[in-house]
């Protein structure tokens, strides 16, 4: 089974607005990554956050991650049409070893003209 | 330097047949995880090489079979393929040691018809 959750499954937002998307977890974790996959191709990395981290930020991306409540968020401000993709939470578990990660089963984000 | 690349990009195979795909790491890098997707999930982890041997395995059948060559890179092989085989395979690179970021190819669509 699958270890995190997105919510929603699906967003659509007109361009300029702001996204947020969410994940949930079963098990401690060592660290959660965020990717964008556009269009069925490969994965784009966007952020890493470790377990001792509460909060990351890159250009228009800021993530969050909260232990207590096993959830992490993803925010895209000032979205525009090339951010529409789908997006992945994906989590390294601790007791795991060796770089094994497991993905959600994403938020599909559609921006709108 | 070269990212991870994987070949084929599409293939399509008849049931019960047999596929083998190929990946490349980016350059640095020693393991190799391999994924598949079905439309519309998250990717599912198959398996990792690393030094050649596999390191860890998700839940797939022996069907699914690995191989990781001297130069790092890495051929995932399925055996009496079925319908259900159908998805775009994933292939990941990183390097040991740097806790979880991995690199994606652009992935093979494969078909089964």
């Known amino acids: 089974s699958q270890q995190g959750e997105e919510d929603p499954q699906a967003l659509s937002i007109q361009e300029g607005e702001n996204a947020t998307m969410n994940c949930s977890y079963k098990?401690?974790?060592?660290?959660l990554q965020w990717y964008r996959q556009n269009s069925g191709r490969g994965l784009v990395h966007l952020i890493l956050i470790r377990s001792n981290e509460r909060e990351k930020h890159s250009g228009r991306l800021r993530v969050t991650l909260d232990t207590s409540k096993k959830s992490s968020s993803l925010l895209i401000t000032a979205s525009r049409a090339a951010d529409t993709a789908s997006y992945f939470c994906?989590?390294?578990?601790?007791?795991?070893?060796?770089?094994?990660?497991?993905f959600g089963k994403g938020t599909r984000l559609h921006i709108l003209p | 330097d070269a990212g991870v690349t994987q070949s084929p990009t599409h293939l399509i195979k008849t049931r019960g047949q047999q596929v083998t795909l190929r990946c490349s790491p980016k350059?640095?890098?020693?393991?190799v995880s391999w994924y598949q997707q079905a439309l519309g999930q998250g990717p599912q982890f198959i398996f990792q090489?690393?030094?050649?041997?596999?390191?860890q395995r998700g839940n797939f059948p022996d069907r699914f079979s690995g191989h990781q060559f001297p130069n790092y890179s890495s051929e995932l092989n399925v055996n009496a393929l079925l319908l259900g085989d159908s998805a775009l395979y994933l292939c990941?690179?990183?390097?040991?040691?740097?806790?979880?970021?991995?690199?994606f190819g652009p992935g093979t669509r494969l078909t089964v018809t």
């Open positions: 994906a989590t390294d578990f601790k007791g795991n070893r060796d770089d094994k990660i497991i």
């Open positions: 090489y690393y030094e050649e041997e596999e390191r």
């Open positions: 098990t401690s974790i060592n660290n």
């Open positions: 990941a690179s990183s390097s040991t040691g740097t806790s979880g970021r991995q690199y």
């Open positions: 350059s640095g890098h020693d393991t």
